[in-house]
Nanobody
Framework: QVQLVESGGGLVQAGGSLRLSCAAS????????WGWFRQAPGKEREFVSR????????RYSASVKGRFTISRDNAKNTVYLQMNSLKPEDSAVYFC?????????????WGQGTQVTVSS
């Protein structure tokens, strides 16, 4: 079956960096677009970033553009999210997603999520 396993979350001070990873199995990774979403307590899940199947088309939400970088390694079946200059408002559970849709937020498959907490 399809499994998406995120890792790399944690607690970091404002201004710091984290790198999230999402390892996928059970599907043809290189055929899919991949994305990251996040959900803070009491808020709806929101789109963060998306990368197409070959990496040539990338989108970011306005709130993370210039600070976050999405990438993929088709040989490792893994998608990454490098997060720099983190802010307390970036605190959320981050989910990777296969074949993501920006709005409304949706995907064919979701990971279980990894917690990111940014302290001020």
């Amino acid at each position: 079956q399809v499994q998406l396993v995120e890792s790399g979350g944690g607690l970091v001070q404002a201004g710091g960096s984290l790198r999230l990873s999402c390892a996928a199995s059970g599907l043809s990774f290189s055929s899919y677009a991949w994305g990251w979403f996040r959900q803070a307590p009491g808020k709806e899940r929101e789109f963060v970033s998306r990368i197409n199947w070959w990496g040539g088309n990338i989108r970011y939400s306005a709130s993370v553009k210039g600070r976050f970088t999405i990438s993929r390694d088709n040989a490792k079946n893994t998608v990454y999210l490098q997060m720099n200059s983190l802010k307390p408002e970036d605190s959320a559970v981050y989910f990777c997603a296969a074949n993501p849709n920006d709005q409304p937020p949706g995907a064919d498959y979701w990971g279980q999520g990894t917690q990111v907490t940014v302290s001020s």
